[in-house]
């Protein structure tokens, strides 16, 4: 083998190393980056559902007694978090939903409310 042969294959094994490391820094990079983004979604998510209900006139305040006294009843004592995901605002008030992430000791559920006769529930 010649001097040529060998700085050829140097210089592969090289290519390959910075091909292989930058592989891994741009994958880790992209996860991070995955993580924020996720984060950034699900607060405008929560902020576009109470703008909405806010819209609407629904009551924050009373939306969300409604929703812990379901969740409490529903999941037990266990609910350490409560967010508002998505309103559902069909024609007539009786027919409005809410639905809610719940976090629980067990992990994340859903919790849909409607109302019936101005009164939040269990839908």
């Known amino acids: 083998m010649d001097a040529f042969g060998i700085i050829l294959i140097v ?10 490391g930058g592989y891994v ?5 992209t996860s991070a980056r995955d993580v924020t983004l996720r984060e950034q979604l699900s607060r405008a ?3 576009l559902a109470q703008a909405h209900a806010a819209d609407k006139g629904w009551d924050p305040a009373t939306l969300e007694a409604a929703a812990r006294a379901a969740a409490a009843q529903r999941f ?16 007539g008030t009786d027919a409005d939903q809410a639905v809610f992430r719940v976090e629980t000791g067990d992990g994340e559920r859903s919790l849909t409310l409607g109302r019936s006769s101005g009164i939040w529930g269990v839908a």
Not at 11 to 20: D, G, K, Q, Y
Not at 25 to 29: G, T
């Open 11 to 20: 210089f592969a094994l090289l290519v390959a190393l910075l091909v292989a």
């Open 25 to 29: 820094a741009m994958s880790r990079r």
């Open 45 to 47: 998510e929560r902020e």
């Open 76 to 91: 037990g004592s266990d609910v350490r978090a409560l967010q508002l995901v998505q309103v559902i605002d069909k024609p």
